[in-house]
């Protein structure tokens, strides 16, 4: 290997041999301060929220498309579930592992859902961010990455319009909530890399991510891409060297692989037949008129998040994340170093392109009701948001530190914000009782009528009544009062029936 020159994004210039640390060895990181005690306080606020959520995922029974997953991971296996949606459903094959990985195991495995995938987005989030500080030449208190990832988990889980899709639901989640988490995880090897080995590993997980994102969710890969662009575009403006040509090669393979992701699912039998079923096409999408009707679309969507008052809890806790940030070493982009307007402001155009991007190939699907329905795509690109309110707060705390340091602005604004991190949390549990009362009503009646459905066709039957339940604008067998049917023969197929019918009489109680 040739020698890095002096001066490079990643190696800052030095001016001798004398303090420069052993080949292989680390540098020593200066102490990280203690975290105060009114953070490790305010810290139990979201994750009792979290906890609290976990334990009402118990309560989460098969709905919507479960009823059509169910039955074909039962009767023909993970192979079985590839094969439906590569050729007939979406195309989506990641999706398919990821749903046969919590259908196999029935019931259970949709109860424990909530709870493994919450875990995996927090730990992602606890993670990302130190790697992140780290790549910016910052440090924190030892537990302040985890105040930030629960915070910002719990507003990205319930701050939505629609929180049993975005959290309870599988079938939703694994497509637009875990998804946006499982591409900000692939970014975790390439700010940790410092060795050559680290940078193959962080490229090996760029292109393995990148493939199973775009096999996975159109709207994350969308922006994701866009990110990648975007990041492609600020290299511009960093120093040239080894820091800038590392950064570079791992976008393309990103890139690449989402391509190479979103190729499979485009030109699969199931996306060609879900086309056909919405009348939509690469023509279609670009029509002025569809996108004049996505840009108006995204502006109502716009409109709902942004008076959403509970994002502000994402905002708060990255405010007291840069009130306690410290200088750690150089960052490793150097040149954007002391200019963070031009990273913030491309980070929110990102979010603005993917977000309209996003809703244009979505609007077709649900042409008539984005606002209602269709709220679940709208997690794609609200990860981001979460990230960026708390990105964006953390640069406003580090500034006010900064500027008034010494006087009593900072206690307040440090008051405040820890106040309204409070306000949040407890505002987003009121409703969140207000959903488990009403998933406790549906699991009661789902459990009955289970027991009686198994118990009728196995003594013989072939046609049942069935009686629907939802919760959460979830669309079971007979929704519309009785008018529309779906998913009606996915449901008399997971009961070994020939048919159900539309009732609403009380599900008699089951012989024992």
């Excluded at 775009?214 to 960093?238: D, F, H, M, Q, Y």
């Excluded at 949040?424 to 009686?452: E, I, S, Y």
């Amino acid at each position: 290997m040739t020698a890095e020159p002096p001066g490079t994004a990643d190696t800052p210039p030095t001016t001798g041999n004398a303090h420069r640390p052993p080949d292989g060895a680390r540098p020593p990181e200066p102490p990280r301060p203690r975290l105060p005690l009114w953070a490790a306080v305010l810290t139990v606020f979201p994750l009792a929220l979290l906890a609290a959520s976990f334990w009402i995922g118990r309560l989460v029974r098969p709905g919507g498309d479960d009823w059509c997953f169910l039955p074909v991971l039962r009767d023909e296996g993970v192979s079985g579930m590839i094969g439906k949606f590569y050729l007939d459903d979406n195309g989506r094959v990641a999706n398919a592992l990821m749903v046969a990985l919590y259908g196999a195991a029935g019931v259970p495995g949709h109860q424990w859902y909530a709870t493994l995938s919450g875990l995996l987005v927090l730990a992602v989030l606890w993670a990302l961010i130190p790697a992140a500080l780290h790549r910016a030449g910052r440090t924190a208190p030892r537990g302040m990455p985890l105040l930030v990832a629960s915070m910002t988990a719990a507003v990205f889980f319930f701050a939505t319009p629609n929180t049993y899709k975005t959290f309870y639901w599988p079938a939703s989640s694994v497509s637009h909530t875990v998804a946006p988490a499982l591409a900000a995880a692939a970014v975790i090897p390439m700010l940790r890399a410092r060795s050559h080995r680290g940078r193959i590993l962080a490229l090996c997980v760029a292109a393995v991510a990148g493939l199973f994102i775009g096999t996975l969710s159109e709207g994350t890969s969308v922006v994701a891409g866009v990110l990648l662009c975007t990041a492609l575009l600020l290299s511009l403006r960093s120093r040239p060297g080894p820091g800038r040509r590392r950064t570079r090669l791992w976008c393309g393979v990103a890139l690449a692989a989402l391509a190479a992701g979103l190729v499979i699912i485009y030109t699969s039998p199931g996306s060609r037949h879900r086309r056909d079923r919405f009348g939509t096409g690469a023509t279609s999408v670009a029509d002025p008129g569809s996108l004049a009707d996505a840009l108006r679309t995204f502006g109502g969507i716009l409109g709902t998040v942004l008076t959403t008052w509970t994002y502000l809890g994402a905002l708060a806790v990255g405010v007291l994340l840069g009130l306690l940030l410290r200088g750690s070493g150089p960052a490793a982009d150097g040149p954007l170093r002391g200019r963070p307007l031009l990273p913030a402001l491309a980070a929110v155009a990102a979010f603005l392109v993917s977000g309209y991007l996003c809703t244009l190939i979505t609007l077709p699907a649900f042409e008539h009701n984005m606002m209602t329905y269709g709220t679940r795509t709208w997690n794609d690109y609200l990860f981001l948001l979460v990230l960026l309110l708390a990105g964006l707060g953390a640069l406003l705390g580090s500034a006010l530190r900064t500027r008034v340091r010494g006087t009593r602005a900072v206690p307040l604004v440090t008051g405040a914000a820890a106040l309204l991190c409070a306000a949040v949390c407890v505002g987003l549990f009121v409703p969140l009782t207000g959903l488990a009362h009403d998933m406790d009503v549906r699991a009661r009646h789902w459990d009955r009528q289970d027991r009686w459905l198994r118990q009728e066709a196995a003594a013989g039957a072939e046609v049942l009544p069935y009686v629907p339940a939802s919760v959460g604008q979830m669309r079971d067998p007979f929704g519309k009062h009785g008018r529309s049917t779906w998913p009606a023969p996915c449901t008399a197929r997971y009961y070994h029936l020939k048919r159900i019918t539309y009732s609403t009489r009380p599900v008699p109680a089951p012989t024992h």
